[in-house]
Structures are given as C-alpha cells and as structure tokens.
C-alpha cells in the first residue's frame, strides 16, 4: 500500500484577534517528507499564498502535490489562522477516504495544532521514535533523494510495515516482555537498515522523531484496546540500539488523552508529529 502524509507549509499560530507565522517549513523537513512517503501533499489557499523551499523543482518533478482550498467570503484577524489551518484538515479529510492509500497528517512540533472544529478528545497511546530516523542535509539534491528512494523503496517499505505491525502489537498484548516482541525486533532491524544505507550514501544527516498518537480505528480488539491503554498509563522506554552520534534511539510509548483529528477517526493512525533533533556530519 502506498504511504500518502498531508502536511501544512508554515507553522501558524491563532492569536486572540489575529494571527502568526511562525516560520515555514525548512528544507530538510521538506526532506522528511520525500524520503518517507510515497506521496506527500501540502495544501495552500487562496487567501495567503505561503511557499515552500524548492517549490518549483518539486513540482516540476510531482514530488510534492500543493493542491488549492478555496474560500468564499471576506477573512479577517484570526480568521485567516483557521483558513491556513483548516486546509490541512480539509485536504486529510479527503485522502483519508481512500483506502487505496493509507494517509495520515503530519505536523512539525510537540501538539497537533488544528482548528477546534475538526478536533475530538480522546484516549489514546502515542509511540515517540526518538533519535530514530535519518534525513540528508538541506543542500541534498532533489533529484539525488529521489534516486536513493527509488533504489531502496523495499528497504522503506519494511520500515512502514515494521512500524504498523508494532501499532497492532500496542493494542494486542502488551506485557513484561514487550521489549522482546518480534514487532520491536523488526522495527529495530528495520530502522537500522536506513540508518546504514543513509550514512553510506550521505555526509550529513540529522536525525528526527517521529511521533503518532494511535486509536483503536479499525482495530476490533474488544476488551484488549482498554487493556493497552492501561498498561501504558506508565511509559515504557526500550532501546533501539541506534546511535545518532552521541544520543542512543528508543521508543517511548504512553497512553494520554489528547486532541485527535476527527475525520481520521476510523484510521488506527490519526496523526504524525515530528522535528530534527540534531545533525551530525559523517
């Protein structure tokens, strides 16, 4: 199945009567989303036109789709936060009803930052993949990523497949001897293999956490979804093996009650949240 991720150009803060631009999304972040998914949209609208690093080459090459929302009406203050937010969530909405692809949000930070409307509080288990997963430095070529992706599209396949059959895991039996489940293994194998390839192939990297928060979605696992979240009312750190210089990678899984994305509620994986933890150079 083909890994689709919707995500947003700019980090973009609702203030009381107006709103914020943090900052856009850089280009190595730009990277993440070309390493590790199969296809990756980034939605704009036709209120404030906010650009993203090497635009026009992504385009021309359909590396990234940039579909337009657009909105009827006069927009003012805060108003236009909740637009740029809103087309996200509008964009994510739609993907996630095609089952041809498996789609998720992806948001750069510590907290899903969407308007309230397309929000729902529920219990859930976030899994953080600290330290875990390499991307090439912002001065990597497009076209040099998409080569090396295209060459070890099975290896990032296995890396997407390892880290589902671990969501099932989470929500089948978890117990005193998690750390040795089969899923771990095969997630630390897997995580491996792109760490070698990458560090082979590319001088600098910088390393990212991957977080998603999981619901039981189109798990039917009865009585055993409750049992999971109990069990991770206490975090459970295990080592990866990893070494993204001087800092090891793990896995850190915990149950919370959070704000999920309403629309991706019958999807086992609602949303991705992530950043770059360091860089090193090889």
């Known amino acids: 199945m083909n890994r689709g991720v919707v995500g947003s150009p700019a980090i973009v803060r609702s203030l009381l009567h107006d709103f914020e631009i ?33 635009e026009a080459e992504l385009l021309r090459c359909s590396a990234i789709q940039r579909p337009r929302i657009e909105f009827q009406g006069a927009f003012h203050g805060n108003e236009v936060a909740n637009a740029i937010l809103s087309c996200q969530s509008i964009a994510a909405g739609q993907l996630v009803q095609d089952e041809a692809i498996d789609s998720v949000i992806l948001q750069f930070g ?12 529920n219990n859930t288990i976030r899994v953080d993949l600290v330290n875990a997963l390499p991307v090439p430095s912002s001065d990597t070529a497009i076209d040099e ?17 390892s880290i589902d059959e671990l969501y099932l895991e989470i929500f089948g039996s978890p117990d005193h001897s998690f750390s ?23 001088k600098k990297l910088s390393w990212f956490d991957l977080s998603v928060e999981l619901s039981s979605g189109k798990i039917s696992a ?39 994305f309403t629309p991706g509620a019958s999807n086992s994986k609602l949303a991705y949240l992530t950043y770059a933890k360091r860089a090193r150079i090889l």
């Open 22 to 54: 943090k900052r856009t999304i850089s280009h190595q972040e730009v990277r993440f989303y070309l390493m590790y998914w199969d296809k990756s949209v980034i939605p704009g609208d036709n209120l404030v036109h906010i650009s993203i690093p090497d």
């Open 110 to 121: 510590d907290a899903l930052n969407l308007p309230p409307k397309f929000l729902t509080l």
């Open 145 to 161: 990523l998409l080569e090396f992706k295209l060459k070890r599209n099975d290896q990032l396949a296995e890396l997407h497949d």
């Open 180 to 202: 040795t489940n089969k899923a771990v293994l095969r997630l630390k194998d897997s995580l491996s293999a792109i760490d070698k390839l990458q560090t082979e192939r590319f």
């Open 222 to 260: 009865g009585a055993m979804i409750g049992a999971a979240v109990h069990y991770f009312d206490h975090p459970v750190n295990l080592l990866l093996g990893l070494c993204a210089g001087a800092i090891t990678s793990t896995i850190r899984i915990k149950s919370k009650a959070t704000m999920t």
